[in-house]
């Protein structure tokens, strides 16, 4: 059976997820000084996973779109050199930055970058993207992505 105190912080995460992210950090703080089973059956266990996993995923999805905006200026770059810009040098250089330290924050998302088909994927949306920005066509492409990871 749950305790009132647990519906109430479960009824909090779908209503107002910010004070549901206050509180149960709150009853964190209670159990690191409590003892350990005091606040346990308040604590919200099922949506802090879910939170915790979103916040994996989360991560994922900022280098997947760091990335992504590499690959397309890179794309812009190598296919129309004569529309160079110092805004695509500010992009890739800036985008590459933040991978550099998504990678140093979280080295495991390095497996990412050794997952060719999540490399394609990734690059498949870039060249897209191009496409759409160069207005040219897929055919002025490569299919596969020509640049390296490093």
């Keep these: 059976m749950k305790s009132i105190e647990l519906q109430m912080l479960q009824t909090l995460y779908e ?5 549901w992210v206050e509180q149960t950090a709150e009853l964190l703080r209670c159990l690191r000084r409590a003892t350990p089973t005091h606040h ?5 266990l099922e949506h802090l996973v879910e939170e915790v996993v979103d916040l994996g995923k989360s991560q994922q999805r900022a280098l997947q779109s760091a990335l992504r905006l590499v690959l397309s200026d890179l794309l812009k770059w190598k296919y129309q050199p004569e529309r160079r810009s110092r805004s695509w040098q500010v992009t890739i250089t800036r985008e590459r930055l933040n991978i550099d330290e998504l990678l140093q924050e979280s080295p495991s998302l390095r497996r990412f970058l050794n997952d060719a ?14 496409m ?5 066509s897929e055919d002025d492409f490569a299919i596969g992505c020509p640049f390296s990871v490093d």
Excluded: C, K, M, P
Excluded at 40 to 44: A, R
Excluded at 121 to 128: C, E, G
Excluded at 132 to 136: A, I, M
């Design 40 to 44: 346990w059956d308040t604590l919200d």
């Design 117 to 130: 088909e999540w490399i394609n994927i990734t690059y498949q949306r870039s060249r897209r993207e191009a």
């Design 15 to 19: 209503q107002d997820f910010h004070a």
């Design 132 to 136: 759409v920005e160069t207005g040219l």
